[in-house]
């Protein structure tokens, strides 16, 4: 209820109710504009899914989690609009089966990068893209079972 933000009572006092895009089991989709501020949930997919985000404009955020239960045998592969819109910042990423000791800032190259692929990703993982109108910041984390959690390229 959009109420409980502004009830003391309630769990949800003084937060903003998030709205939230449940991405199919496929191997494309296009995010909309319109769901800029949306939490896009991916399912345990049965094949790589490529996610190609809007066409750049100020203020577009976007945060998408992994709504399955054990690792995805499958990746996440995100795509700007091209090398000119590329990504800053990078993501954390950790290794669950190695013994669980390995984990790492990969960041992206600042300048081109303008593909992310997510390796099989498990639960925690959550990734936030904001846009400038030109470019897209990255942040968040990744939870894999591979030593490969994740990667930035050129497209």
Partial sequence: MRSDTSNKSSGKYGGKP????????AAAY???????????VCPDLTADLTITLPTEERGLSYEFWYGGTAADAQDWIIKTTGNSNYMIGGLVGHDTDNGG????????????????TIFTPIAGT?????CDGV???VNGHVISATD????FADQ
Avoid: C, M, R
């Fill in 18 to 25: 998030k709205d939230v895009v449940f991405i199919p089991d």
């Fill in 30 to 40: 296009t995010v909309s504009a319109n769901d800029s501020g949306k939490i896009h």
């Fill in 101 to 116: 000791d390995d984990t790492a800032v990969i960041d992206s190259d600042n300048d081109s990068n303008s593909q992310l």
């Fill in 126 to 130: 959550k990734v936030e893209l904001v």
């Fill in 135 to 137: 470019v897209w910041y």
């Fill in 148 to 151: 490969t959690f994740l990667a």
